[in-house]
T-cell receptor
Framework: AQSVTQLGSHVSVSEGALVLLRCNYS??????LFWYVQYPNQGLQLLLK??????LVKGINGFEAEFKKSETSFHLTKPSAHMSDAAEYFCALGNQGGKLIFGQGTELSVKP | DTEVTQTPKHLVMGMTNKKSLKCEQHMGHRAMYWYKQKAKKPPELMFV???????INESVPSRFSPECPNSSLLNLHLHALQPEDSALYLC??????????????FGAGTRLSVL
């Protein structure tokens, strides 16, 4: 069975600090992985996607994620947090049926 | 342009009302989705339409009735809802409905309150 686990339902960082949001997956087939961001009272916006090309994926707003097959991970990072990064972040795994399997989400808070 | 437009943004309805949610995309996508999202939870898939035909119904109660009038439009008809149906309803679209490379683009959602 396929699954996604996001470690930490809430992460708090100071403005300018490194952001690290963790995502681990389980899949018996080569995975296609996504990170979405959801700002308050909005829908989900695609940050970046991994589709088996480069293992280091760059996304919008300065975010990037590295696919590590040996660790079954796809962690999201940003070198320097900004107040506007405060949001809910979802890691998702695409399955053969076209469905998205979401993690439980991580709420990112940024302190001034 | 990767825009999915949902109307209305907010909806308040009584348990005996009938209302509809609307979703529109002009990206030429052939798959459209309805999700339900409760606060602090990931979206839960409700329905998938592929080439205007219902392809997935995730055992959703019949008080929710989807409709796909054409390839650009998706409606969700609501009738006799319960207070526990209050949630954010998200629409999404993608080029196709199958294949792991499918990228789903989401609308801003309709915030539904059932009184």
């Amino acid at each position: 069975a396929q699954s996604v686990t996001q470690l930490g339902s809430h992460v708090s960082v100071s403005e300018g600090a490194l952001v690290l949001l963790r995502c681990n997956y389980s899949s018996s087939v080569p995975p296609y992985l996504f990170w979405y961001v959801q700002y308050p009272n909005q829908g989900l916006q695609l940050l970046l996607k991994y589709t088996s090309a480069a293992t280091l994926v760059k996304g919008i707003n300065g975010f990037e994620a590295e696919f590590k097959k040996s660790e079954t991970s796809f962690h999201l990072t940003k070198p320097s947090a900004h107040m506007s990064d405060a949001a809910e972040y979802f890691c998702a795994l695409g399955n053969q049926g076209g469905k998205l399997i979401f993690g439980q989400g991580t709420e990112l808070s940024v302190k001034p | 342009d990767t825009e999915v437009t949902q109307t209305p943004k907010h909806l308040v309805m009584g348990m005996t009302n009938k209302k509809s949610l609307k979703c529109e995309q002009h990206m030429g996508h052939r798959a459209m989705y309805w999700y339900k999202q409760k606060a602090k939870k990931p979206p839960e898939l409700m329905f998938v339409y592929s080439y205007e035909k219902l392809s997935i119904n995730e055992s959703v109660p019949s008080r929710f009735s989807p409709e796909c009038p054409n390839s650009s439009l998706l409606n969700l008809h609501l009738h006799a809802l319960q207070p526990e149906d209050s949630a954010l309803y998200l629409c999404a679209s993608s080029q196709e409905s199958s294949g792991v490379k499918n990228i789903q683009y989401f609308g801003a959602g309709t915030r539904l309150s059932v009184l």
